[in-house]
């Protein structure tokens, strides 16, 4: 059996294939890289940053304000990043949702390191993080971001029109939903 890659102190969950992390600042190389390589990829939905100012700012979002968690999937053969998924939007109380975002880089596109990812993540929402409701927005003509979603156990709630200006316009979204309920939190 190969020698797998020392784990980073910050692992939050681990699968079969992959762990999730949080963003730490020695990752701007590696993660705008990789945003760099995969522009086709997330265009016309997705616009991460794609150098290490932007990316100081964008991962410092989510330790400086209470309302976001952000996490790293990192393959779990070379610990290498393949891909990001963040909570925005965070509201405890009686509502306790967030909003998720989320992509794949384009070398880990169609490996099912995504799937694994977001559903580790979906499990640490609704236990350490006390949540109850996750939601997806996701432009329709979005495929492999509606194919994920299925795949992780989230369901279709509705359209929303107009619903997010994203590269210059205002983008119709299908709204996606997972609750705590709908999750087996063992698997």
Known sequence: ???????????????SRTFVRAYRPEDADEFTSRVRESQELYRPWLFPPADAE????????????????GYLVCDGEDGGIAGFVNINN???????CGALGYGAFAHAAGRGLMTEGLGLV?????GPLGLHRL????????TA????????????????????HIDGAWR?????????EMVDRDC
């Open 1 to 15: 059996m190969p020698d797998l890659p020392e784990r980073p102190g910050s692992v939050l969950a681990e699968g």
């Open 54 to 69: 932007a990316y100081a700012g964008y991962a410092g979002r989510f330790t400086e304000d209470p309302s976001r968690e």
């Open 90 to 96: 965070i509201v405890h109380g009686a509502f306790r």
């Open 122 to 126: 979906v499990r640490h929402a609704f």
């Open 135 to 142: 939601e997806a927005n996701v432009q329709p003509t979005n």
């Open 145 to 164: 971001s509606l194919a994920l979603v299925r795949r992780v156990g989230f369901r279709l709630e509705g359209y929303s029109p107009d619903f997010l």
């Open 172 to 180: 119709d979204h299908e709204r996606w939903a997972i609750t705590a």
